[in-house]
């Protein structure tokens, strides 16, 4: 126990000095996740475009003035007669592939240009994240020995000892009526037996009858709560049925660090997140036809989809949609919109989804039933502070609980509980 | 002998026979039936392995239902740019069928357009809607939509159509029958047709005719064109048979310039004057402050009697007198004359007959008033309206003369439409070859060699010049949706004309290519084409200094490809959609003087009179009238339009005569209908046709008058919704002086045998006195002068020991806070026109099912909204009291509304109270309150007691009594088929059989609102929620918003002394407010006990807890 709060304690002080000196560094690591990582990597790995390791030596000084233009409009930068600009053109065939990052403000370019310069050493990371793992892991067994098993462990050995005792009586028994010459009563069967003991205790079978039949109503009744729920809320076990291409969420989100959102594009404009269209695939796959684990023959299935000639590199080919199969299932009554949950609610998508990250197929990790949905929206405080169409509705909220100081402004205060806020 | 037994119980018993013996110890006289159950023989199966089975397989399809189903998400293969999956996109467009025009923003979900919206940019239609623009979206997607081109009603290929038809084009003359194109490309287009077959002829022929406008403008002013209107400008109007708010000409703008100047206030107490003359209640004639009911050949009378009284107060030139025989109608003209003329410059006086006499006068009278540039504008006129019925006529007669090879029918039916008279049908045969556009197999369609089936106007690009200076263009919404490789696919007509002239362009191009030289120089907006083109078609609408008229009807030159050379402004469409560099130089619109200084002609008034008085009566006149939700029939195979109730008659599925009650009586005709009393049927016999109709009396019809819809009676068997749905009317339209008018004035009507059963969604015609609670009114003389406790009380309630309080002081409810929004919804019964534009929005809005005739005979509409019509009646409380009537005969009496009634349009729906009585009895709780203040319906949760139903005060809940997107039985149904299905609202569940629904209040888009504003971090904006009802209203009568918004317009609207709330004393406190009707009469309708009570203490404030 102690060792255990040590470790938490020694993590916590780590993340907060990661966190305080890092700052910027975890800006510019967010901001190039979100841009640029579909194309570059950190490392000398080229994927659409060329990897960023040594960037610093090899751009013209000084590096970051030069990186904010090439950023920023890299289009200007080549007409207004850049050499190493024009090099780079040269270099791709004489295709300018890279897009415009206008929008970025000045200082997320400051982060982002430091941090493609000087990216903290990845086995740091690395080490803390195993940490977490281990931590993780070491919770999940003192859980200890499920219930269920007990209970029909010591049913087990009840019986045994039953038996056992009543043979123990029976050879006793026995050997009294010999002593005594008491003759012999005659040989009952055990079912015989069960079946005299029964009678001459009928009250407390009915007792135990009527526990049975409840436990066994109790348990259909449960069983009923979970028709149409994709979850096992025994074993904690998600759905997670066999997709048609074998795509590993922990490959493309967690090893190659790709955003959530790049894929998803969606999220943040709509109610679905939005499944990849088969365009988004190709823009990376375009150029990367195999992978680490089945080679050609997954990516490949992307090609069929989208019409996809690897002979010519040209769309030719009849397009074939993806019929993914869907895991996390609402019913049609139900009106649920993840762009309230993610931009309104700046909910991270784990919350609910777990850690695809680390999710060779993705598996259910919510239950997604009612009652799921609305402990959360009991627990859950709303983000008033900074949205503008809180404001009134805060001060409203802080003069009526005035005075009480534990009082939190969760969903539920502001009608996250109607039943017309998700179903109509 | 002794008797071994005293009583028996019959002979045979005492004679103890053995038949009776081996009886007596049978218990049953008769074997029982078991034997088929008991055997087990090969035969058959026995109960018990019946009873097996079933139970082993109830148990199986129980187990199989807990697997969970396996769902698949597929997306796009590659996603179009502007489609976002669950965002909905908004395109600018606009709609013109040949009768309604109004530009629209369309709503497509995932690229297919699911609701029709108006477009507020547009200054014609002002972003009002009717209920026919509403429903035309689920035309797109009518299943009896032609799939491709057909020859003798087989299918057939373009390649094969076009090659015979440019083949027949040339071996003759040529006709293109249309109804009015407002397109000028298509009009170019087709100009350039007749170019390529010079013996081709452009016929323009309405259905519904409005000609007779046109001659009379040629008369008076030498324009052959339609004058504009502005009903905004007009505090006096006078219509004589123009039913302008509903469907005459450009119904949705005068709808909205009329209700602009009706907005009463304190601090504007004033209002325009309606009177209306007509024969059926119409729509405008219900809205009208003053009405008076004449026959339609007193039309004419009525008309030359006030230019007379109008010609004697401004000094002018009379014409001979006439007498017409409504009394009160004669006597009122001089006085609406004198008003007319106190209003010189600001009144208007419109007819909507016909006649060339008639409209002649109409001209005349607005000419002596001054009206001509401010309410009327024959310089700015409208193009609505083309039709040349003498043209329709002459063709007739070219077609019997064998003139006609190749006859092209364009957005026209006439084999439905054209009158009796003319036997057009048999003309029609006479042509060689018969080619017809039509988008399903029509009437005509079916007679005709050759179908080229256009696109739908949701599929189709195109421009429309409603009136003149006023643009707007059309762009598809939906790719089409019949087109290769599943179908040989429909073309749009531009397209197919272009085909046929040799022309190897497409219509877009042709159509940018005039938009840049013949609309884009009349502009000086933009100076590029390529910008000018974009903004254009993102607005949808555009306005232009006026300019000397451009000549449209000329082909415009041509290159080698079939497209147009660009004269004039240096641009180049071919890269308009990337090019923004090149710029053209800025054009300004030459100034040209709007006055005409050519010299008028000088019209012949007398003559024009003696014309239009010459009409004589007989037994009975029949007035032809359009239906608010059919219109001219175009659109009748459309169920939203079909099951809409009639906003006057309240009936749906029908047509019928109306007629008036005393004439009703005297003909011993069913004079109360209900549900279980049917209508009488009659033999309308006209000009020697006699058709069978069922007679539905009607307040207000003029006596000694009938009224027929037209747009029933279908003969084509592929409309399935509408085919054999009543009778069909135009036939009986006559031919007169060269015009078609909606008349006969001699018609005769004979008692027939059965009943007809009518469905009608309002079966009760009064208020039955109780004004107060639901229905206040007050005329403007006394909303002036009143306080607002006297024509407004407050809803109080006696208390015990004395003294009043208002019914919000008194609670047995605890208080509830609503701190955040409070939503609110108030409807202006002063601006509200009973058009029933909202109805329709609702349902296409919340995927209301159709129910059919005989559900909605049964009192089943689904209908969320509707609008309750009352008449007023001869009897109240205050008469019975003075006159010692006593409460039975008074209600008696009450029930029964005047002959000319006052008509008073009240929408109904959810009154969302705040202590609703529906939620209290649900024992489920599938209804309940919500934060913000609406009454929710849970439909997943609700098990169809109908307890809430049943104790609505307002009667405003549905239920599904059978699965409708389901049940075969309810095949109209447009979710029962595969491409009408896709006119569903992705954003709203769609019901299933066994549960309650109701209005929502739109709460679909009201969260849709509420997140776009927490995602911009901005309060809520006042208005940027709008329900769909609201959003339909072309009067603005709707007002929806936060009520804890104390800036918010719903706010400022309840401040207004004139709202009030339904059934206040009941202290259900809705959140649904009215503002009360205000008629500009000059009788007074407050009754004497409550002038004279003393105004009340302070006026509560309500206060909703």
């Known amino acids: 126990m102690s060792h255990f709060s040590l470790k938490s304690l020694f993590g916590a002080v780590f993340m907060f000095f990661a966190f305080s000196f890092g700052l910027k560094a975890q800006d510019g690591a967010k901001i190039f996740k979100q841009n640029c990582a579909v194309c570059h990597t950190l490392t000398d790995q080229k994927l659409t475009g060329p990897g960023l390791a040594g960037l610093a030596d090899r751009v013209p000084k000084p590096a970051d003035q030069w990186l904010f233009k090439w950023i920023q409009n890299n289009n200007n930068l080549i007409t207004s007669g850049d050499a190493y600009a024009k090099k780079l053109v040269a270099d791709n065939g004489g295709v300018d592939a890279m897009s415009e990052f206008e929008f970025l403000s000045e200082a997320e370019l400051k982060a982002l240009v430091a941090y493609v310069m000087a990216p903290p050493a990845p086995k740091a990371e690395a080490k803390a994240t195993t940490a977490v793992v281990a931590d993780d892991e070491a919770k999940d067994k003192s859980k200890g020995i499920d219930p269920l098993y007990l209970l029909l462990g010591s049913i087990v050995v009840i019986a045994i000892l039953i038996g056992a005792l009543r043979s123990v009586r029976q050879s006793l028994q026995n050997s009294y009526n010999r002593q005594h010459n008491i003759p012999e009563k005659p040989e009952l069967t055990f079912w015989q037996e069960v079946k005299e003991w029964i009678s001459s205790h009928r009250r407390l079978v009915g007792v135990f009858v009527l526990i049975l039949i409840f436990i066994g109503m109790k348990s259909c009744w449960d069983a009923c709560y979970r028709i149409g729920v994709y979850y096992d809320w025994n074993t904690k076990e998600g759905y997670h049925p066999e997709q048609p291409i074998k795509f590993s969420h922990k490959l493309h989100a967690g090893d190659n660090e790709i955003a959530c959102q790049y894929c998803h594009y969606t999220v943040e404009k709509s109610r679905h997140s939005g499944i990849p269209t088969v365009n988004i695939c190709m823009n990376c796959h375009k150029g990367i036809s195999s992978g680490p684990q089945y080679g050609e023959t997954e990516i490949a299935k992307i090609y069929e989809a989208a019409g996809y000639n690897t002979e010519t590199a040209t769309y030719d080919k009849p397009q074939n949609p993806i019929k993914w199969i869907k895991v996390h299932n609402l019913p049609d009554h139900v009106y649920f919109s993840h762009q309230q949950h993610v931009v309104v609610g700046k909910l991270d998508c784990t919350n609910c989804h777990g850690d695809v990250k680390k999710m060779t197929t993705v598996e259910q990790q919510a239950p997604l039933t009612m009652k799921w949905c609305v402990d959360c929206h009991r627990k859950t405080e709303v983000a008033m502070e900074g949205n503008a169409y809180y404001d009134k509705l805060h001060k409203a909220l802080k003069e009526k609980y005035k005075g009480q100081h534990d009082v939190k402004f969760t969903v539920d205060k502001i009608g996250g509980l109607d039943c017309g806020k998700c179903h109509y | 002998m002794t008797m071994s037994k005293k009583y028996w119980k019959g002979l045979s018993e ?11 110890n049978n218990e049953f006289a008769h074997e029982l039936p078991t034997g088929d159950l008991n055997e087990t023989d090969a035969k058959g199966t026995s109960r018990r392995d019946f009873l097996k089975v079933m139970g082993f397989s109830t148990a199986a399809v129980a187990l199989a239902a807990c697997e969970t189903p396996v769902n698949q998400a597929i997306p796009y293969v590659v996603k179009p740019e502007e489609v976002t999956p669950g965002v909905a996109n908004f395109y600018a467009s606009t709609f013109y069928d040949g009768h309604d025009y109004a530009s629209v923003l369309v709503k497509t979900r995932e690229g297919r357009p699911i609701k029709i919206e108006g477009n507020e940019l547009s200054k014609v239609s002002n972003g009002g809607t009717s209920a026919r623009v509403q429903a035309s979206v689920l035309s797109l997607y009518d299943g009896a939509r032609i799939t491709g081109p057909l020859h003798k009603g087989e299918p057939s290929t373009w390649k094969n159509v076009d090659g015979a038809i440019v083949k027949a084009l040339g071996e003759g003359s040529n006709v293109i029958l249309s109804s009015t194109i407002i397109s000028p490309s298509t009009k170019a287009i087709i100009a350039e047709f007749c170019a390529k077959y010079p013996n081709t002829k452009l016929v323009t022929y309405d259905a519904i005719s409005y000609s007779a406008l046109i001659k009379a403008n040629k008369n008076v002013f030498g324009k052959a064109v339609i004058s504009s209107y502005d009903f905004s400008k007009a505090k006096t109007i006078v219509s004589v048979a123009c039913d302008f708010l509903g469907t005459w000409l450009s119904p949705i703008e005068f709808a909205n310039q009329y209700s602009k100047n009706r907005k009463v206030t304190r601090e504007n107490p004033e209002m325009s004057k309606h009177y209306s003359f007509e024969a059926n209640l119409s729509l405008t004639g219900a809205n009208a402050d003053e009405r008076y009911m004449v026959k339609p050949s007193e039309f004419g009378k009525v008309v030359a009697l006030l230019f007379n009284e109008v010609a004697a107060a401004t000094g002018n030139a009379k014409v001979s007198d006439a007498k017409i025989t409504n009394a009160d109608a004669s006597k009122a003209i001089s006085k609406i004359a004198k008003e007319l003329v106190e209003n010189k410059g600001k009144s208007l006086v419109v007819c909507g007959l016909n006649d060339e006499g008639c409209q002649t006068l109409v001209n005349g009278i607005n000419k002596m008033l001054d009206n001509y540039g401010s309410t009327v504008d024959v310089e700015l006129h409208s193009n609505l309206k083309q039709g040349n019925d003498k043209d329709f006529i002459d063709l007739v007669n070219d077609l019997n003369a064998g003139k006609v090879n190749t006859l092209i029918t364009y957005n026209c039916n006439p084999i439905y439409t054209a009158p009796a008279s003319l036997k057009f049908e048999a003309a029609y045969k006479k042509a060689k070859v018969k080619v017809s556009f039509a988008q399903t197999l029509d009437e005509t369609a079916t007679l005709a060699d050759y179908v080229c089936p256009d696109n739908n106007y949701l599929e189709s690009w195109g421009d429309a010049n409603p009136k003149r200076g006023h643009y707007s263009l059309q762009q598809p919404t939906i790719k089409q949706i019949f087109s290769a490789p599943r179908h040989e696919g429909t073309r749009q007509v531009q397209d197919t004309l272009l085909a046929w002239s040799g022309s190897k362009t497409n219509y877009l191009k042709y159509l940018q290519g005039y938009w840049n030289n013949r609309v884009f120089p009349l502009q000086g907006k933009y100076g590029d084409f390529a910008s000018f083109w974009s903004h254009t078609l993102h607005d949808g609408v555009l306005k232009v200094n006026i300019v000397k008229d451009v000549p449209v009807e000329t082909p415009m030159a041509v290159d080698s490809t079939g497209n147009p050379i660009l004269a004039g402004v240096a641009a180049v469409i071919a890269d308009i959609t990337n090019d923004t560099t090149k710029k053209a130089p800025v054009v300004t619109p030459a100034p040209v003087s709007v006055a005409t200084t050519e010299t008028l002609p000088t019209p012949d008034y007398n003559a024009a009179a003696s014309a239009a008085t010459s009409a004589k009566g007989g037994q009975f006149e029949l007035a032809i009238y359009e239906k608010t939700g059919l219109g001219n029939g175009n659109q009748s195979n459309n169920p939203w339009l079909m099951e809409l109730p009639d906003p006057i008659s309240k009936v749906t599925w029908d047509n019928y005569i109306t007629m008036s009650i005393p004439d009703v009586k005297a003909l011993g005709l069913n004079e109360m209908l209900r549900q279980e009393i049917y209508g009488s049927i009659v033999d309308l016999t006209v000009n020697g046709v006699t058709v069978k109709l069922p007679v539905f009396p009607q307040p207000g019809q003029a006596p000694g008058t009938i009224g027929l819809a037209i747009g029933y009676g279908r003969t084509a068997e592929k409309l399935k919704v509408a085919f054999g749905v009543g009778v069909n009317a135009y036939p009986f339209v006559s031919v007169s002086n060269d015009t078609l008018q909606n008349v006969a004035y001699s018609v005769s009507i004979a008692k027939s045998e059965g009943e007809h059963k009518f469905a009608s969604t309002q079966i009760q015609h009064t208020i039955m006195g109780r004004e107060e609670y639901l229905l206040r009114e007050v005329s403007l003389n006394e909303y002036k002068k009143l306080d607002k406790d006297v024509f407004n009380p407050p809803a ?62 049964m009192t089943r509409s689904m209908e969320w909204l509707r609008i309750d019509r009352y008449y007023t009646s001869d009897m109240n409380k205050q008469k019975a009291h003075e006159e ?26 959810c009154q969302h109270c705040n202590h609703a009585p529906c939620e209290n009895v649900c024992p489920v709780l599938a209804t309940s309150h919500s934060n913000d203040g609406l009454n929710m319906m849970t439909y997943n949760r609700c098990i169809g007691t109908r307890y809430c139903a049943n104790n609505c005060p307002f009667k405003v809940r549905r239920f599904n009594w059978f699965n409708y997107n389901d049940n075969t039985d309810f095949a109209n149904n447009p979710a029962q088929q595969d491409l009408g299905r896709m006119v569903l609202n992705p954003d709203v569940v769609v019901r299933s059989r066994g549960v309650m629904e109701k209005c929502s209040m739109c709460i679909q888009r009201v969260q849709a609102g509420k997140l776009t504003a927490k995602k911009d971090g901005t309060p809520l904006v006042d208005g940027s929620i709008k329900t769909a009802c609201q959003q339909a209203c072309p009067t603005n009568a709707i007002m929806f918003g936060d009520a804890n918004d104390e800036n918010s317009q719903v706010t400022k609207w309840r401040a207004d002394d004139k709202n009030y709330y339904l059934l206040e004393e009941v202290g259900v406190k809705p959140t649904v407010s009215y503002l009360l009707k205000v008629r500009n009469q000059d009788e007074p309708m407050i009754r004497e006990e409550h002038a004279k009570a003393a105004p009340k203490a302070e006026a509560h404030e309500e206060k909703h807890s």
Not at chain 2, 14 to 24: H, I, N
């Open chain 2, 14 to 24: 005492l004679s103890d026979s053995p038949e009776f013996l081996q009886r007596k």
């Open chain 2, 796 to 857: 109080t309630l006696p208390m015990h020991g004395g003294g009043e309080k208002h019914v919000n002081e008194i609670d047995l409810y605890g208080s509830f806070e609503r701190l955040g929004h409070k939503w609110g919804l108030t409807i202006d019964m002063t601006s509200c026109i009973g058009c029933a534009a909202c109805v329709v929005a609702c349902q296409v809005e919340n995927n209301i099912a159709v129910v059919g005739k005989n559900e909605v005979a």
């Open chain 2, 884 to 909: 010692g009537i006593g409460a039975k005969e008074m209600y008696i009496e009450m029930e029964n509304p005047s002959a000319n009634p006052k008509v008073t349009f009240q929408p109904m729906m």
